[in-house]
C-alpha cells in the first residue's frame, strides 16, 4: 500500500522569501508524484508532476520540486513567495501501473504574509 | 474552455433526504472521478468511472451511488443524507490514454447536512 505524508499542515512565510513544502511518500515500487494547489473555493489545479524522468521538475508560476528516492521525498520549493501563492497545496501519488487511483496527502495551507 | 463543471455549488439538507450531485466534463475524458475532502484529511475518492459504461467504488463508497449518464456526465447521489457526509465534493475527469492520469477537478460542491 502506498501512502502520503505532508510533513506540516500550516506553514507561514513573508512575501519575497523561499517557500518549503514538505512531503514524504511510502511506496513499494516508484510511484509518479504531483503537486496540486487549491485557491480559496476553487477545484484542485496541477502544479507540477514528476514521471521517472529528471528527478527536478519545474512546474507553474516559479514552482519547482525535487525527486529523492533514497529520502522518498518530493519536497516543493519556490524561491521568493507571492502574496497569490497563498493557498492549499496537496502532494499526490499514483502508483505506476495502478490504473486510475490517486493517493492524496492531507494538504499544507500556506500563508503568506505581506 | 468550461472544463469540468459541478453542480450545485452549495447545498444544505436535512438528515435522510436525497440529492444527486451534477458533474460534467467537455474535454473528452475517458475516466471521471467523485472524490470527498475533509479537514486534514486530503481527498478521498468515493466512486471512478474508468470509462463509459463502468462504474468502481473507491474508498469510501458507502452511502453514495454513482451514474455514468454519458461520456461526459458523471452524477454522485445521496439516497439518504447523514450529517457524516457533511463535507466537499468533488468531481474531475482524465484521459484515459494519459498514462499519467492527470486529473482535472471542477470547483467543488459545498454540502452540510442537519
Known amino acids: 500500500a502506498q501512502s502520503v505524508t505532508q510533513l506540516d499542515s500550516h506553514v507561514s512565510v513573508s512575501e519575497g522569501t523561499p517557500v518549503l513544502l514538505r512531503c514524504n511518500y511510502s511506496s513499494s515500487y516508484s510511484p509518479s508524484l504531483f503537486w496540486y494547489v487549491q485557491h480559496p473555493n476553487k477545484g484542485l489545479q496541477l502544479l507540477l508532476k514528476y514521471t521517472s524522468a529528471a528527478t527536478l521538475v519545474k512546474g507553474i508560476n516559479g514552482f519547482e520540486a525535487e525527486f529523492k528516492k533514497s529520502e522518498t521525498s518530493f519536497h516543493l520549493t519556490k524561491p521568493s513567495a507571492h502574496m497569490s501563492d497563498a493557498a492549499e497545496y496537496f502532494c499526490v501519488a499514483r502508483l505506476r501501473g495502478s490504473a486510475r487511483q490517486l493517493t492524496f496527502g492531507s494538504g499544507t495551507q500556506l500563508t503568506v504574509l505581506p | 474552455n468550461a472544463g469540468v463543471t459541478q453542480t450545485p455549488k452549495f447545498q444544505v439538507l436535512k438528515t435522510g433526504q436525497s440529492m444527486t450531485l451534477q458533474c460534467a466534463q467537455d474535454?473528452?475524458?475517458?475516466?471521471m472521478y467523485w472524490y470527498r475532502q475533509d479537514p486534514g484529511m486530503g481527498l478521498r475518492l468515493i466512486y471512478y468511472?474508468?470509462?463509459?459504461?463502468?462504474?468502481d467504488k473507491g474508498e469510501v463508497p458507502n452511502g453514495y451511488n454513482v451514474s455514468r449518464l454519458n461520456k461526459r456526465e458523471f452524477s454522485l447521489r445521496l439516497e439518504s443524507a447523514a450529517p457524516s457526509q457533511t463535507s466537499v465534493y468533488f468531481c474531475a475527469s482524465s484521459d484515459l490514454q494519459d498514462l499519467e492520469n492527470i486529473q482535472y477537478f471542477g470547483a467543488g460542491t459545498r454540502l452540510s447536512v442537519l
Open positions: 468511472s474508468a470509462s463509459e459504461g463502468t462504474t
Open positions: 474535454m473528452n475524458h475517458n475516466s
